[in-house]
């Protein structure tokens, strides 16, 4: 007769929890990836300081090298156009593992819903001033706005990755792109949305109303 495995103990819980926990964390940055986010962070930084007191066409790319005290090479090595340094956050990568991390046989919609949601609660409070800055950007500059189309596209890209991994579909799956499509066009129309109404409603709220309304027609 077999020996009767050993139950566990209430310290191997934690521990197996914690493991679970941790599998799910995204991997900690070296040296070298915390000095890059750094420099990003300060650029960015000095370029909303500098459009807040002049003004978006008036903020020039020397200038924003020299508020970040950095060079122009590095300025446009972080950031091709002036436009990018707006609209760049770090938040896709952190998107993509939150989206690979939901429950498993949770509707993709709603997996995009829960993401988005919290990802737009996050930036509000971290870095409120920041968003509500670049809303307007996006409402007011044309070129921001031309810009966000074309980051929001890459950004589309990466989120169809996500979900044809989870719901066993091809990455070029022409649904899977019209699907994720969709989802991030609604995320632009809101954020465009909430500008034109001077961020007075819950941005979060928006998305789930926004998100409601494509739910009849999209389904994986």
Sequence with gaps: MAASATPPSADDARADADADDNAQQPPRLGLRERKKLKTRVAIREATYRLI?????????????AAAAEVSMSTVFRYFPTKEDIVLTDEFDPVMDAAIRARPAGEPPLESLRSVLTQAAAAILADQPAEMAQRSRLMLEIPAVRARMTETMAETSLLLSRAVADRTGREEGDLEVRVFTASVIAALREVTIYWAEHDQKDDLAVLIDRALDTLKGGLAL
Excluded at 52 to 64: C, F, H, L, M
Aim: aromatic letters at 8%.
């Design 52 to 64: 807040a007191d002049q003004g978006y066409e008036a903020a020039t790319v020397e200038q924003i």
